[in-house]
């Protein structure tokens, strides 16, 4: 175990780490700057995919519009998670602590924890939730999450469990979340549908 903050990281994975790292300082140039790209770009692409699986559920009955309502729902859960996580590991940086050359520019601030990667959680959620709403565009998320958590370990901002962890709790929270939320939602716009099914009778032709 390698001793960093208040957590002791597996020594599998600060080796994961260092390997990946290090390979990723000797790469060429465009894949250097591919990765550091999608780092941030494959939540976007993430974020675009579970809005065309919303969409593709909002012309059916009150359960698709209710997971179409709630879509975005878990990934904010899981990253309020995540964050919440971070306060309580206190998993310092690796970049701050093995001694590798990075290609993400600048190591966070000390106090921006590591366990677990954000990114890697946000995109978990994406990808299940797409997932669950669209299989077909889903199939298209997994691998692009995949990716997204990759990169956070090669630009070298995180070890490889961190971004492990991260993919995994966001996933749980996309499973978990979808259906319970969507539920309750899914009954509420059936009770205003029926309402608007039901013909008003005024209080005239009542009396009659």
């Not at 060429?28 to 809005?51: D, K, M, S, Y």
């Not at 012309?59 to 309020?80: C, S």
Request: overall charge neutral; charged content about 15%; hydrophobic content about 50%.
């Amino acid at each position: 175990m390698v001793h960093n903050g208040s957590m002791d990281v597996p020594e599998i994975s600060a080796e994961w780490y260092g390997d990946v790292v290090d390979a990723a300082a000797r790469s060429p140039e465009p894949v250097q700057w591919f990765v550091g790209h999608a780092t941030e770009g494959v939540i976007l692409l993430l974020g675009a995919l579970l809005l065309m699986a919303a969409l593709s559920r909002r012309g059916g009955g009150p359960h698709d519009r209710a997971l179409a309502l709630i879509a975005p729902v878990p990934a904010l859960l899981a990253y309020v998670g995540s964050e919440w996580f971070k306060t309580v590991v206190d998993e310092d940086r690796p970049c701050r602590t093995i001694g590798r050359a990075i290609i993400a520019g600048t190591c966070p601030p000390p106090g921006d924890w590591s366990f677990p990667s954000n990114h890697a959680t946000i995109a978990g959620a994406l990808a299940v939730t797409t997932l669950l709403l669209n299989r077909r565009l889903g199939l298209i998320a997994l691998p692009l999450a995949a990716l997204g958590a990759f990169s956070r370990v090669f630009v070298g901002v995180h070890y490889p469990h961190d971004v492990v962890a991260g993919v995994l709790f966001g996933a749980l929270v996309a499973v978990v979340a979808t259906p319970l939320l969507a539920r309750p939602t899914a009954e509420v716009l059936r009770r205003r549908a029926d309402r608007a099914d039901t013909p008003y009778v005024s209080a005239s032709t009542r009396v009659k």
